[in-house]
């Protein structure tokens, strides 16, 4: 569902991903690594919302260079960025609703998914508050409903559980964990804690370069994040 060869994204002269070679199907992918690492550089250029200046990337099957592919995938698509804005004035089901007009839903079975996407969240007690009047892990869940308005075959979330408190954390997890049978979701995070509960892989990015790809089982044995982070320092790549 991702396949990345050679995967490069800059910013100017900051190279934020390395050549990345990456192929990931269903299920529940970790994204981890130090702040500066490349992680939310990279789900960008995953979400289409950037280009990558070198490499070749398919996602579902699809180009994102080419406009038509790319509105594929954008339908097909789930993305919560790391910060985003929201119009203030917005109840929760119109946030949700203008995310489903965004991605092209057709209005009759949008209402529907808008009120799934609310329930999944917890937040069908707020459906009608304003978002301005939301607690911080409230309007982080909007993000997330958002995200999976149009039941994605592709999710992307960047630390969706920073702010959740532990019950919202425990559902979401549980609701990942579902997700992953169907859908290839990669979770940008630096909890160990969302990795144990709901991931069945980690990627490890280090100075924006892949360090490690595999189970949490495998990572375990590798010395763990903080053993594989500082070996990789210590061998010359320190993060930035
Ligand atoms: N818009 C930008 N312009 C210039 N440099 C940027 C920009 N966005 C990110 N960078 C740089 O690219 C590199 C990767 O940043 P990125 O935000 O992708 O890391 P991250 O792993 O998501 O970090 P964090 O854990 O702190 O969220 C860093 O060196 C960062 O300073």
């Known amino acids: 569902m991702i396949s990345a060869t050679r995967l490069t994204v800059r910013h100017r002269r900051t190279t934020a991903v390395d050549s990345l070679d990456l192929d990931l199907g269903n299920g529940v992918h970790a994204l981890l690594g130090p702040n500066g690492a490349g992680k939310s550089s990279l789900l960008r250029v995953l979400a289409t919302a950037a280009p990558a200046v070198e490499g070749e990337l398919r996602l579902l099957g699809r ?3 080419r406009p038509a592919e790319r509105l594929e995938i954008r339908r097909r698509l789930g993305y919560l960025p790391q910060t985003f804005g929201m119009f203030r004035g917005f109840t929760v089901r119109e946030c949700v609703s203008y995310a489903a007009w965004l991605k092209d839903m057709p209005n009759r079975g ?13 937040l069908t007690s707020r459906t009608d508050a304003k978002y301005r009047t939301l607690s911080g892990g409230m309007r982080r869940r909007v993000g997330i409903a958002q995200a999976l308005v149009n039941d994605p075959r592709l999710l992307l979330l960047d630390e969706p559980t920073t702010g959740l ?7 979401l997890h549980a609701l990942l964990r579902q997700l992953g049978a169907t859908t290839t979701v990669v ?54």
Do not use: W
Not at 165 to 171: I, L, N, Q, S, T
Not at 207 to 221: D, N, T, Y
């Open 63 to 65: 180009d994102p260079r």
């Open 187 to 240: 979770l940008a995070t630096h909890l160990m804690e969302d990795v144990h509960a709901c991931c069945d892989s980690a990627i490890i990015l280090c100075a924006s370069r892949k360090v490690f790809l595999g189970s949490p089982q495998a990572l375990r044995e590798a010395g763990g994040y903080a053993g594989i982070v500082e070996g990789d320092a210590q061998a010359g790549n320190p993060s930035r």
């Open 165 to 171: 408190d532990p019950a919202e954390r425990d559902r």
């Open 110 to 122: 949008a209402v529907h998914a808008v009120e799934r996407a609310v329930d999944r969240v917890g």
